[in-house]
């Protein structure tokens, strides 16, 4: 019992991540760099061709596929973009933990193609896309979840709700469990 209190001493809550994230002065804007070949933004920037041209951008995140307003489909993009789409929805209840590793996976992909560039969008590109992104700093780049949040807040105004919030620490402290338990070994 005492190693579980110890244990959960270390770790952050959701209130910690939420005075991290309001510590962000930044506009909202409609895209952003916020990693070395990935962007964040919203549905208009996502739909809007020549735009993705201008940035570079090689695949799209979609992650409110076939949500009101952004629908998009790999016909959309044509030959140029790589498409992926993940119906999430920002909600209390929605689990978008399901989709921390395929999404991570994609953009760690797009990454490794030539000239890779990706936008991870939702509708506004606050909440689903910036938990995705930071899912992937976590996960490919090995990032702690308070270091990769504080890395985009400096970079773009994100708000992940609650409940993504609570299942990156999920995340977290999975991610920590398996690290710990490859160091024994």
């Known amino acids: 019992m005492s190693s579980v209190k110890e244990e959960s001493k ?38 809007n061709r020549s735009a993705l041209q201008k940035l570079g951008i090689t695949h799209v995140l979609n992650a409110a596929h076939s949500k009101r307003g952004s629908i ?7 030959n140029d973009i790589v498409y992926c789409g993940i119906p999430a929805d920002d909600s209390t209840y929605f689990d978008i933990d399901v989709y921390f590793k395929p999404a991570a996976d994609f953009i760690h992909k797009a990454l490794k193609s030539p000239d890779g560039k990706v936008l991870v969008h939702c509708i506004m590109g606050l909440s689903r896309s910036s ?27 994100i708000y ?3 409940n ?10 999975q991610l920590k469990r398996k690290e710990r338990a490859c160091d024994i070994l």
């Open 160 to 162: 992940p709700n609650r």
């Open 10 to 47: 270390q770790y952050m809550t959701v209130k910690d991540l939420q005075k991290v994230l309001d510590s962000c002065n930044l506009q909202l804007h409609q895209v952003d760099e916020v990693w070395p070949n990935i962007y964040v933004g919203n549905v208009h920037v996502a739909q």
């Open 131 to 157: 938990t995705l992104v930071l899912a992937y700093l976590m996960i490919h780049r090995h990032l702690p979840l308070r270091r990769a949040l504080k890395n985009l807040v400096e970079k773009r105004a």
């Open 72 to 78: 998009g489909d790999q016909r959309f993009y044509g």
């Open 164 to 173: 993504f919030l609570a299942l990156l620490l999920d995340l977290d402290l």
